[in-house]
């Protein structure tokens, strides 16, 4: 298990970082078993500190959590507590969805940009939009059943998670509704 413990413009101590390891250890030994890497990172918003942690799991999924605080500590407290209630909330449906898997999660590269609107086409004219790339990043596109990805989805606190269907290889779309429930896109033809 790798752990990447730092802090975005504030200095933290090797007694911090040591009370995270032991912490976060302690959570994915209970739940998890499996974990390959864990991201942490601390910040200071305004008068809080932010904790955001990162965890990667064998199986190609990944469990993210922040928390918010006037202390560091408690910051980190309140992030642990956010990734105990996920792993173990997440502890059966990841057993079940990876028992039979004897290979990590299959990943594919893709392009993605993030885009931000020109002065000029705020006017749109002949159904066409211009817009300036403001970032290219590769993404990686996991295949997964529907199932896995709406945990995923759920464990990583995204709205929308795009994946490759391991049934029919296809590209598909899970999305968080407004309503609250799972919204579940499969472009390939029926017939």
């Not at 990667?56 to 560091?72: M, P, V, W």
């Not at 079940?96 to 004897?102: F, I, L, P, T």
């Not at 598909?172 to 029926?190: A, F």
């Amino acid at each position: 298990m790798r752990y990447q413990i730092s802090g975005k413009q504030i200095d933290i101590g090797s007694a911090l970082q040591i009370h995270v390891e032991s912490e976060l250890s302690g959570i994915l030994e209970k739940y998890a078993g499996r974990p390959t890497d864990a991201h942490v990172v601390f910040s200071k918003s305004g008068h809080e500190y932010v904790c955001e942690a990162v965890v990667h799991l064998s199986t190609g999924l990944t469990a993210q959590a922040t928390g918010h605080a006037h202390e560091i500590y408690a910051a980190f407290d309140a992030c642990s507590e956010k990734m105990d209630k996920q792993m173990r909330r997440y502890k059966r449906r990841l057993k079940d969805h990876h028992k039979e898997r004897s290979q990590p999660v299959e990943l594919s590269a893709s392009a993605s940009y993030i885009l931000a609107p020109s002065d000029e086409s705020k006017e749109v004219e002949n159904d066409t939009v211009n817009a300036m790339i403001v970032a290219e990043m590769e993404e990686k596109i996991q295949s997964l059943s529907v199932g896995e990805a709406v945990m995923q989805m759920e464990l990583a606190n995204k709205p929308v998670l795009v994946f490759r269907n391991e049934k029919h290889g296809g590209v598909n779309v899970v999305y968080r509704r407004e309503d609250g429930n799972i919204g579940w896109i499969d472009p390939r033809s029926t017939g």
